[in-house]
Every structure is written in C-alpha cells, then in structure tokens.
C-alpha cells in the first residue's frame, strides 16, 4: 500500500469510507495512481479521475454527502484552489464581457439534452416537492408558489431576469394574465422560449441583464443569480431597484452557500458553470442595504436533492438515446454533475432560497406564501 493511499483513507474513515468496501457509498479503485491525483488536485481531481473511469462507486450521491458532512472537502488545499481565489481578487469573472460564456458553454449544450432531463416546460432549477410526487407536479407547484409570493395580477408587466427557455414566462403569461419580458445569455434557449411563448404577451431577449433599463411590476429571478458573481451582486441590485416600480415585488429564487466564498468548486467552475459562484445570505443581505426591505426568506433546499435525483433518472433513461452524439465521457461528466450536487444538498452544504424583497419605503405588510 503506497503513503498515498494511507493518507487517503485516513482522509476518509471519518465519513466512514473504505476503499474498495463493499457498501455502496465506498468507492471501488480501477486505477492506482487515483490518490496521488486526489491529494494534488483535490475537487478536480476527484471529479476528473471520475469522468477518467479511475474509481466507481454505487451511490456517488451518499459518497460526497458524507464527504462534506465531514468537512472532508475542506481538508485539501491545491494550487488550482489558491489561483482560483487570487484572480478572484484582480479581476471581475462576471464581467459584461464574460457574461455569455455559460450560455454557450452550458445552457447551450443542445436543446435535446434538456429536454429530456427536464419536465415538459423545461424548468432548470429547483422544484418544489411540498404536496407532489412527480417532478412535473413538483415544477408546476413552484412556478405557482412563485406568482403568489409576487402577488401576480392581470396586466402586470413582469420581469423574468435568467429566463430559460421560457417556461415561467408562459407559466405567468398563461395562468395569471401578465405581460413578460425575460432576458438570458444562452441564443438557444432564446430559439426555444421565444417558439413556447408564441402568441402569448411575452418577449424574450438575448441580453445581460446590465443593459435593462425600463420599469416593471414586478420582477424575478430563477437559477439565475449563481452566475452573477460576488464582484456584482450590489449592481445586479442596483439593475433591479432602477427597474422595480416603487410598489412593486421582487422574488430571487438561488442556491446559496453556508459561509461566504469568493470561488466555485474547481471542477463545477472548469466542466459545467465557468465563471459560477454561490452567495452567501451575508452577501445577499448586504448587496441589498439601502435599497430593499427584506420581507421573506424560504429555504427548501433539500427540494433540490429530490429534484436532482429526478433529473438523473430522466437523464439515464434516456441515454440510449442521447449516446452517440454525447459520449461515454460526457456521460460519466454529467452523471458527477448531478450525483455532486445532490450529495451536495443533502449534506446541508448548499441551501435554496427564494427570498422577496420591496423597495425601501414601501407601506403596508407583506404576507408570506407557502
């Protein structure tokens, strides 16, 4: 046995790992050289020695659960870690220049992919599970969960901020009577939220949401702030106080983080959301001082365990069909994607929120919506 591998498993016996264990949340070694990787390259390392085919495991899921529960993840220091929060530093991530690189790296990945993983309106993004059993239920409950909490009325117009391919906009267009423009940084979600909202009163932009410059009832915004970037926060508020009519409501539906970073996971940052970051309530709440009243904040974050777990079974039912314009690497790369981020939540280390907030000197009491 090589010093490597003691390190490693002395790594992981407190989140009660065992190398090539026979439980499903211990991982099983096809290649030697796996801990060297992981001590040197940590996240990354793990996660590209995965889509490699250098370790498999049965529940990736309850592996990355128990590695963060345990504060394992927090126990490696790379260099990759260290340059990532250096340039943090000196530069802006998120910049208007940059803000298009996720669409086409992610969000543009092919319409046929999503479409399959996702429900019928291909909702991107948290469901809410409360009183559903199927993710179609689960999606159409949080798209109504969120018009309620903005209080949605007849020809309103309304701001939909990181709009997708659509879905929400026709959700609101359709059952609540309002008049939409959504905005995203991906050109093929605007192909298919533009054929989904045909004939309804909606429009959708292909625009950064820094160039938005007229007044709206209310406004929204879903899965969409994760990309926005520490560097911006307080702009993207500013964007939104100049856009909300003084009576209006805002609703910002994110994932957020336990402590407050500067940097996304090295791996998530380099093969599925370049330039990504998760906030943390002090960064949202001081983004908003001096510019909104803070009247609501839900978090049901374990939802999106449920949710992702639902999209992987979507995503791997339909690989048969997906296979050959993908790949066997895309596949393992997609699998992580999903199993990470679930482990992720249901470890507690990542929360969901959807928080409203009024502009400063609004009267009258908000009532909350569950």
């Known amino acids: 046995m090589s010093s490597y591998q003691k390190r490693i498993e002395k790594l992981f016996a407190p989140a009660d790992i065992v190398i090539n264990g026979n439980r499903p949340w211990d991982i099983i070694v096809n290649n030697g050289h796996l801990f060297r990787r992981l001590l040197a390259h940590g996240s990354l390392g793990l996660g590209e020695s995965y889509m490699d085919g250098w370790w498999d495991c049965e529940r990736v899921d309850e592996f990355i659960c128990r590695l963060l529960s345990r504060g394992i993840d927090r126990q490696v220091r790379t260099w990759e870690m260290a340059v990532a929060a250096i340039t943090a530093r000196l530069s802006n991530r998120q910049s208007r220049a940059r803000s298009f690189q996720v669409g086409t790296h992610h969000y543009d990945i092919g319409n046929d992919l ?30 109504d969960l969120v018009c309620r909490k903005l209080h949605l009325e007849p020809g309103q117009r309304l701001l939909d901020i990181g709009c ?3 879905g929400m906009a026709q959700f609101a267009a359709e059952r609540y009577g309002v008049e939409v423009v959504g905005v995203t940084v991906s050109q093929k979600q605007v192909k298919v939220a533009r054929q989904r909202c045909a004939g309804l009163p909606v429009e959708i932009r292909f625009q950064d949401y820094r160039e938005l410059h007229e007044p709206f009832d209310r406004i929204v ?16 508020m500013l964007v939104t106080d100049r856009c909300l009519k003084d ?11 336990n402590t407050t970073v ?22 949202i709440t001081s983004s908003i001082e001096g510019l909104f009243i803070l009247e609501d904040w839900h978090n049901f974050g374990p939802d ?7 999209w992987l079974r979507r995503f791997e039912d339909s690989w048969p069909e997906l296979s050959a314009r993908y790949g066997e690497r895309f596949y393992r790369m997609w699998r992580y994607y999903l199993l990470l981020c679930a482990g992720a939540f249901r470890a507690r280390a990542n929360q969901l929120w959807q928080i409203v907030l009024t502009k400063e000197g609004t009267r009258g009491r908000y009532l909350p919506v569950r």
């Open 114 to 143: 999503y479409q399959r993983m996702l429900d019928s309106r291909m909702i991107y993004s948290c469901a809410y599970w409360k009183e559903a059993d199927t993710l179609e239920a689960a999606q159409e409950q949080k798209l």
């Open 164 to 166: 997708g391919w659509g």
């Open 221 to 236: 915004s879903i899965g969409m702030f994760e990309h926005v970037g520490c560097r911006n926060y307080r702009t993207f």
């Open 247 to 257: 009576d209006g409501l805002f609703l910002l539906h994110t994932i957020g983080g």
């Open 262 to 283: 500067t940097t996304c996971d090295p791996w998530l940052e380099r093969y599925i959301f370049p330039n990504g970051m998760l906030p943390s309530a002090a960064q």
């Open 304 to 310: 999106y365990d449920t949710t992702l777990m639902a």
